[in-house]
């Protein structure tokens, strides 16, 4: 089972790479009953998130990249404006794509 703190710091330090600025993200939860999503993004009052990530995510036989991309795509929804998948969250992802992908 990965160490889900281990891949949100590499995740953090991408995103902030990109130039891109977060909200304040108060923790990142292991969902042990998630079965229909990956992720969930949280704001809680005062505009402090919660980022919950699937435990299957954490299995080592998926993928890095489904946990990581999952990971950056909540990261994200703490951007201004990105709670939902708007324009302002799509250029965020924009963004983080051609960061990746160069």
């Known amino acids: 089972m990965r160490d889900l703190q281990v891949y949100t710091d590499i995740c953090l330090k991408e995103v902030e790479g990109a130039g891109i600025e977060y909200g304040k993200i108060e923790e990142f939860i292991v969902n ?3 079965i229909n999503r990956y992720g969930r993004c949280t704001r809680k009052p005062g505009g402090t998130f919660v ?3 699937s435990k299957y995510l ?3 036989r ?15 929804h703490t951007c201004k404006d990105c709670f939902n ?3 302002a969250w799509k250029n965020e ?3 983080m ?3 990746i992908w160069i």
């Open 32 to 34: 042990t009953r998630a």
């Open 51 to 53: 980022i919950q990530i």
């Open 58 to 60: 954490l299995d080592e």
């Open 62 to 76: 998926v993928p890095v990249n489904e946990l990581k991309d999952t990971i950056i795509h909540e990261i994200l």
């Open 85 to 87: 998948h708007g324009n």
């Open 93 to 95: 992802a924009d963004i």
């Open 97 to 99: 794509n051609k960061k």
